[in-house]
């Protein structure tokens, strides 16, 4: 099993422009979250999912972002429009619901 | 408020010292409690829980509601003990739903 694979590891873009992560969870596990990595603030929860489901995204900073789960094996976390303050790596993590998650290798974002 | 607090951004130590990786936490219900590790260009992955009170790669952390603390203990690094460690609370029963430390890098110098 590959564990949980980010897609892109490293994304570069211009403020304003629409950025999307993406994440496949590892095959059985119902639970997905979706993280944040920043020098201020650390390891931050942003939203989520159980059985493909949004249970808690109250994590989310604001309205530009957003994070979908349109199968079991699949979700996209979007910045749009995307700004500098955004720059951080994001985390995806998935669970068998047991009391362990298992973290993909993140996505490093730079927004200039 | 529900938090966890490593207070040590940096701790480098010699091969063979102890190490103790500190961790206090706030939360009003029953914590489940973790030690996560990232070490260079790998993956965040579990190290330990307390609830398994287990002894993984010779670390162990004991949960102490008294003072509120989990911190994580090796009586010998090792130079491949070199991380970052990162000490997390469980919030309810989804062991994803993680409120994370700062985390603390652990240099271990030959």
């Known amino acids: 099993d590959a564990g949980v694979i980010q897609s892109p590891r490293h994304e570069v873009t211009e403020m304003g422009q629409e950025v999307t992560l993406r994440c496949k969870p590892i095959?059985?596990?119902?639970?997905l979250f979706w993280y944040r990595q920043t020098m201020m603030r650390g390891l931050e929860l942003l939203i989520y999912f159980n059985n493909n489901v949004p249970i808690d995204d109250s994590g989310m900073p604001e309205d530009r972002f957003s994070a979908k789960m349109p199968n079991a094996s699949f979700s996209t976390l979007k910045i749009q429009p995307s700004e500098p303050r955004d720059s951080a790596v994001y985390f995806c993590?998935?669970?068998?619901?047991?009391?362990?998650?298992?973290f993909g290798q993140g996505t490093r974002l730079t927004v200039v | 408020a529900q938090r966890v607090t490593q207070p040590e951004k940096l701790l480098s130590v010699f091969k063979g010292a102890p190490v103790e990786l500190k961790c206090n936490y706030s939360y009003s219900g029953s914590p489940e409690l973790f030690w996560y590790v990232q070490y260079s260009r790998q993956r965040l992955q579990l190290l330990l829980r307390h609830i398994s009170r287990e002894s993984i790669k010779g670390f162990t952390a004991d949960l102490n509601k008294g003072e509120t603390s989990f911190h994580l203990k090796k009586p010998f690094a090792q130079e491949e003990d070199s991380a970052m460690y990162y000490c997390?609370?469980?919030?309810?029963?989804?062991?994803?739903?993680?409120?994370f430390g700062q985390g603390t890098e652990l240099s271990v110098k030959p």
């Open positions: 095959s059985g596990h119902n639970s």
């Open positions: 997390a609370l469980s919030r309810g029963n989804q062991g994803g739903k993680l409120i």
């Open positions: 993590a998935s669970s068998p619901g047991s009391l362990e998650a298992f």
